[in-house]
């Protein structure tokens, strides 16, 4: 049994969570997917409570025991124990308020039984009053959300990089292979065909820079604004010690803002990070198209001879079986773009149709 | 508000980091190119009489794309072998891999 301020709920022993958490859960069946199939999030989430408690430490208005179980509670999730805890779901009312608490108790209850006291015992430690010390959802949720779309966005520059290389050495290996050149899908001059795949390479090369860039806008963060940016309720000096240990316990260079009620209702960072991702899924599928016609080309150019079916500029050579002209592959490809433009709004499925397999390779894109 | 921009913004990253891997391992990787056929597209295409303009110009080029098209000969036939208006040394000359790849500037 556990209360919150709206009255009493009961509450299985084996769960980590607590009432509002359990009332986040039944007010907020919206996605279906929980909290926890972000484990990089969560993490994220436990480091800055973990910054935090040592800064409220530090200011002398959390003691060393309390303070140690919270650290002891969040390198527990930091390690990536007790996901299954993390039930809210990912789209709630409010500004994350719900995965706020769902880590404070979970953090509350580990730290407990750490304390050799047991869950739901708050007056030792508490969800609010010590994990949230000093914090509101709206300077610890961001600033998490911050941390964890660096780190995706490492693992997307990684993967980027991967694929650059790829079209680089098909690049050399190309080199000596002749081909036409077109342009708005006519023949025009010669060019190899190491040439062409040498400016995909550049052209995914420039979008890791572009990456880089809205990654770097992440790293502004507003611990210590708390709930509008005003710094209510948090002591002197806080917000650069919660800073100086995220610095030093991650090795990620994070600064505080310098303009706390404006970063705190800013969001134009995630929108720069949405319109850079946008650009690359739109590159990467022009990519996929220019394989595809490619591909088909020799069909266009000698539709007439029945042979021409048979042969392409690109055998698709996979685990030691080639498709010959089979669109199979880069059709394959080219709709799975459709599911990063999806999440950006309207705009995105004028991509999403260029790409469904109808014939209209170029349709504005740009002016939707 | 900022829990639906990361909904968006997490599934989004994953889909296209996954996608990045699929398309390199399942697709770039194992392509190959096949030349031959590539080259003969280039030497039967119209396209080619691009180079030669420079040399003879723009209304003798046009010419003979035009009489290319209509009857279905190469621009190696009409220009070396028909109507002679460069010879086979300068028409290798312009058609090396080498000066199709960084093409030099030939109007002689």
New interface residues.
């Given amino acids: 049994m556990e209360h919150d301020f709206l009255g009493e709920k009961e509450i299985s022993n084996d769960c980590y969570y607590g009432v509002q958490t359990l009332r986040a859960k039944e007010n907020f069946d919206i ?1 279906g ?1 929980p909290l926890s199939s ?1 484990p990089v ?1 969560i993490k994220a989430f436990a480091f800055v409570k973990k910054c935090a408690a040592l800064a409220n430490r530090d200011c002398g208005i959390l003691s060393e025991e309390r303070t140690n179980a919270i650290c002891f509670a969040a390198d527990k999730l930091i390690a990536g124990g007790y996901t299954n805890q993390f039930v809210s779901d ?3 009312g ?3 308020t719900s ?1 706020n608490m769902n880590v404070n108790e979970v953090i509350a209850n580990i730290g407990l039984e750490h304390m050799g006291f047991a869950k739901g015992q708050y007056e030792h430690l508490h969800p609010n009053n010590h994990v949230n010390c000093s914090q509101s959802t709206n300077d610890a ?2 600033t998490a ?1 911050r941390l ?2 660096y780190l ?2 490492k ?2 520059t990684k ?2 990089e ?2 650059r290389q ?2 680089f050495n ?1 690049g050399q ?2 080199d ?5 050149g077109r342009t708005q899908l ?8 190491g ?1 062409e795949f040498n400016a995909f390479a550049t052209t995914i090369g420039e979008d890791i820079l572009r990456l880089h860039e809205a990654q770097k806008l992440l790293l502004e963060i507003n611990m210590g604004a708390t709930a509008i940016g005003t710094g209510v309720n948090a002591p002197e000096g806080y917000a650069e010690k919660c800073v100086a240990y995220m610095n030093d316990l991650s090795g990620i260079p994070v600064v505080l803002a310098h303009d706390l009620i404006e970063a705190t209702y800013d ?1 134009g960072a ?1 929108v720069q ?2 319109g850079t ?1 946008k650009r ?2 739109v590159k ?1 599928s022009k990519i ?1 198209n220019d ?1 595809r016609l490619l591909q088909w ?2 069909l266009w ?1 000698q539709r007439n001879q029945p042979a021409a079916h048979a ?8 685990q030691g079986e080639p498709r010959y002209s089979g669109s199979h ?2 059709n ?2 080219l709709c ?2 459709r ?2 433009d999806r ?2 709004g309207s705009r995105g499925r004028t991509v999403a149709t260029e790409c469904n397999g109808t014939r209209n390779w170029f349709c504005p894109v740009y002016f939707a | ?24 391992d ?10 031959e ?3 003969n ?2 030497m039967q ?4 009489v ?2 030669l303009n420079p040399i003879i110009g723009y209304e003798a080029s046009a010419g003979i794309a035009k009489e290319a098209l209509k009857t279905g000969k190469s621009i190696h036939e009409l220009a070396v072998l028909e109507k002679k208006v460069i010879t086979q040394e300068k028409w290798d000359e312009i058609f090396s ?1 080498e000066n ?2 960084n093409p030099k500037f030939i109007n002689t």
């Fill in positions: 996605t997917i972000q999030f990912l789209i709630q409010g500004a994350g995965c949720y961001p959300f964890a779309l995706k966005i693992d997307f993967a980027l991967a694929l790829s079209f098909k290996e190309f000596g292979v002749l081909k036409m006519q023949d025009a001059v010669p060019m190899t065909l040439q969001t995630y990070l949405s991702m690359s899924a990467l996929c394989l080309s020799t150019i042969t392409g500029f690109f055998h698709y050579a996979r592959e880069p394959l490809l799975n773009w599911r990063p999440n950006h | 508000m900022e829990p639906v921009i990361g909904f968006a913004l997490f599934t989004s990253l994953e889909y296209i980091t996954r996608a990045c891997y699929m398309l390199k399942k697709c770039i990787d194992g392509i190959t190119a096949n030349a056929h590539a080259k597209l280039v295409s119209i396209g080619i691009t180079q891999l199709l790849i």
